[in-house]
C-alpha cells in the first residue's frame, strides 16, 4: 500500500509517499519562514496563499523523487486538524481532489498523532506501548500510546505550549522569528548556575505543565540586567541556558513519572522542541536512570513534515478507514 502525504497545517508545507512495503520513498518540505520572519510570526492569509502556491509543484517533485507516475497511490492522507483554518483547507481541498481524481479514499489525519509516530520512520522503531512527550509551537501533551490510534492524555500544558515558551522568551530576548531554535543555539554559550529558574509544578502530583511563570521569571530578569533597553550577550546566553535548564528539567520530571505510572519502559519525544539537543540529554539521562528507551524522529522529522502525515494516513488506510468528500477541517481538535 502506498499513501501521499499532506501537511499544511501553519508554515511548512510537507509532501511524502510513504509505502508499507519499501518504507518511506520521497518527501520534501518546503518552508515559508522567511516570508513570515518580517512580521515577527506567522500571519495566517499569507500562509495559506503560499500553500496553494507551493503544494502542486511539490507534489510533482515528490513523485518524480520517488520515481513514481502522478497518482500511483492507495490513498491520499492530509492534516485535517488542528492548525490555521486556510492553511488547513488548502491541503484538505487539494488532497480531496487529488484523491477524488485518482479514485483513492482521502484520509484526514490528526496533526500530532502524525508527529506522535515520526519516530515510527527511524530505523530503529519503538515497539508499543510507550509514552510520548510532544512539544510542539503548538502544544505540550504526554500521552500513553497503547497501540496505533489508542491514546490517552496523561498530562497537557495549562498555559504556554513548550515551543511557544521558547519562542515567546527568544523573542523577549530580541531574537528573531522564530527564536526556539536560535534561543537554544546561544544557551549553548551560556554557563549553567548563573541563573537559575523556577521548575514549573513539579512539586505538584499530576503530569501537566504550565510555562507562563517561567516566561515572567526571564523577564524579570532581562530587565533587571538590561543596559539602555539591550541585555549584554553573555547575559543573555547565561539567562537563556537557565532557561532551556528548567524547561529541559521540567519536561523530565513528569516524563519519568508518566513512566512510571504506566509502567511503559519506553518514551518517544516528537514535535519541534524534541530536536533540541539539551532537551535529547537530559531525557535520555532521565531513561537511563529508569532503565528505559528513548526514542525521536531525525532533526528534519521533528518539525512539521509531510512524511508523518504519510505513515499516519497509511495506518488509517490499513485500518479500512476513508473520509467522504466533505471538506471536514477541525482547526480545534483534541487527540
Ligand atoms: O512541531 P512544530 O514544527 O510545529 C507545530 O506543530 O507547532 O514545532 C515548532 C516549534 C516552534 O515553537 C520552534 O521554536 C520549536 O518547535 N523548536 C525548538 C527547536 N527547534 C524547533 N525549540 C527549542 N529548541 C529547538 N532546537
Ligand atoms: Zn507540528
Request: with cysteine; net charge neutral; glycine share 10%.
Amino acid at each position: 500500500m502506498r499513501v501521499l502525504g499532506i501537511e499544511s497545517s501553519c508554515d511548512e508545507t510537507g509532501v511524502a509517499l510513504y509505502d508499507s512495503e519499501r518504507g518511506l520513498l520521497a518527501h520534501q518540505l518546503y518552508s515559508q519562514v522567511k516570508m513570515h520572519a518580517e512580521f515577527g510570526g506567522v500571519v495566517p492569509e499569507l500562509a495559506s496563499r503560499d500553500h496553494i502556491r507551493t503544494l502542486l509543484p511539490l507534489i510533482q517533485e515528490t513523485f518524480a523523487e520517488a520515481e513514481l507516475p502522478l497518482g500511483q497511490v492507495d490513498g491520499v492522507a492530509f492534516t485535517a486538524g488542528p492548525g490555521l483554518i486556510g492553511a488547513l483547507m488548502v491541503g484538505a481541498a487539494t488532497a480531496r481532489s487529488l484523491a477524488f481524481g485518482w479514485g483513492v479514499p482521502a484520509l484526514g489525519v490528526h496533526h500530532m498523532e502524525g508527529h506522535l509516530l515520526a519516530p515510527m520512520l527511524e530505523t530503529n522503531p519503538p515497539a508499543y506501548p510507550f509514552v510520548a512527550l510532544l512539544v510542539s509551537g503548538g502544544h505540550t501533551l504526554l500521552v500513553d500510546v497503547k497501540a496505533p490510534g489508542a491514546y490517552s492524555i496523561l498530562g497537557e500544558s495549562l498555559d504556554d505550549a513548550a515551543g511557544e515558551a521558547f519562542d515567546k522568551t527568544a523573542k523577549m530576548m530580541g531574537l528573531p522569528y522564530p527564536g526556539g531554535p536560535l534561543l537554544s543555539q546561544i544557551a549553548e554559550q551560556g554557563r549553567t548556575g548563573v541563573f537559575r529558574f523556577p521548575r514549573p509544578m513539579i512539586d505538584r502530583p499530576g503530569m501537566d505543565f504550565s510555562f507562563s511563570g517561567l516566561k515572567t521569571s526571564v523577564r524579570l530578569q532581562i530587565a533587571k540586567h538590561s543596559v539602555d533597553g539591550v541585555v549584554p550577550d553573555a547575559t543573555r546566553a547565561d539567562i537563556a541556558c537557565a532557561f532551556q535548564e528548567a524547561v529541559v528539567e521540567t519536561l523530565a520530571v513528569k516524563c519519568r513519572r508518566a513512566l512510571q505510572h504506566t509502567g511503559y519502559r519506553r518514551l518517544v519525544i516528537a514535535g519541534g522542541v524534541s530536536a533540541n539537543k539539551q532537551l535529547r540529554l537530559g531525557l535520555a539521562k532521565m531513561a537511563e536512570k529508569e532503565r528505559s528507551e528513548l526514542f525521536f524522529p531525525r532533526p528534519e522529522f521533528c518539525t512539521d513534515n509531510g512524511a508523518m502525515i504519510a505513515y499516519a494516513g497509511w495506518l488509517r488506510l490499513r485500518a479500512g478507514q476513508g473520509s467522504d468528500l466533505s471538506l471536514d477541517i477541525r482547526p480545534r481538535w483534541p487527540l
